[in-house]
């Protein structure tokens, strides 16, 4: 948190935000355009926000995509803001959330964590059923590969799956891009979400990038920012230490 607010405590790292949460998934060039200041300078300022997880960033071919990560943010407002101005605040947002998803078909979500670790280990971390039941309350099981079904399995013994889908991309151990739906809804392309996992190596660490599109509505994307909030925290300290943390079966919305 304290990180957060000394990125907070800068007018262009503000600025910056605010281009973001008005059109969400800007290259360099473009959020330099409405900013006095060199390139090299705006890069800087970004990296300081990338750091307090303000920022995430995704590759789309050669261009580098910055998104606003709401994580913190949302923290910050469950703390001090929610109980004061929730009603408004959640209409305001969906207004906002209806004009972008008008405007524009990049990522709803896309959350960035660091795990001391490696890619083999995070990718199994990912695909092992038994390793996704003891920090997930899920496993997901397939055989990963492409146009292989998945499904997320309850760890209850009794077999049922909350989430089913499709392995659209699977290329171990970097990326893998899934599709999700509900059981019920199966079948039907209009009901699906889609997550991309990149895995890459960071220095001695490695950069997992989790990317959630096609969420339908505000508080799907609220269930995102926390559920996945809370899933890779699990993630990570299960990595790192051995152990998860407390948790509960959390469940992304499948769509």
Request: proline share 5%.
């Amino acid at each position: 948190m304290d990180q957060v607010f000394k990125a907070l405590a800068d007018g262009t790292r503000r600025r910056l935000l605010d281009r973001l949460h008005g059109h969400s998934g800007q290259t360099l060039g473009e959020l330099c355009e409405h900013i006095d200041m060199t390139r090299q300078s705006v890069t800087q300022h970004l990296a300081v926000l990338e750091a307090a997880n303000l920022v995430s960033t995704v590759r789309r071919g050669r261009e580098k995509l910055h998104y606003l990560n709401p994580v913190p943010l949302h923290e910050i407002q469950e703390r001090w803001i929610d109980k004061f101005e929730r009603p408004r605040l959640r209409a305001l947002g969906a207004v906002k959330e209806r004009a972008e998803e008008a405007m524009t078909e990049k990522p709803n979500f896309v959350y960035v964590t660091y795990i001391r670790s490696t890619p083999e280990k995070v990718w199994d971390a990912l695909t092992d059923a038994d390793l996704t039941a003891a920090y997930w309350g899920h496993g997901n099981v397939s055989d990963w590969r492409t146009g292989s079904r998945w499904e997320h399995r309850r760890t209850d013994g009794s077999g049922v799956a909350d989430v089913v889908g499709t392995v659209v991309e699977s290329e171990c151990p970097t990326r893998l891009v899934t599709t999700w739906a509900a059981p019920e809804d199966e079948g039907d392309p209009d009901k699906y979400s889609r997550v991309t996992f990149d895995i890459r190596p960071h220095a001695d660490i490695v950069r997992l990038t989790v990317t959630h599109e096609d969420l339908p509505g505000e508080d799907a994307l609220r269930d995102a920012a926390s559920g996945w909030a809370a899933v890779l925290s699990n993630l990570k300290s299960l990595l790192e230490t051995g152990s998860p943390l407390p948790q509960e079966p959390w469940l992304m919305p499948s769509r």
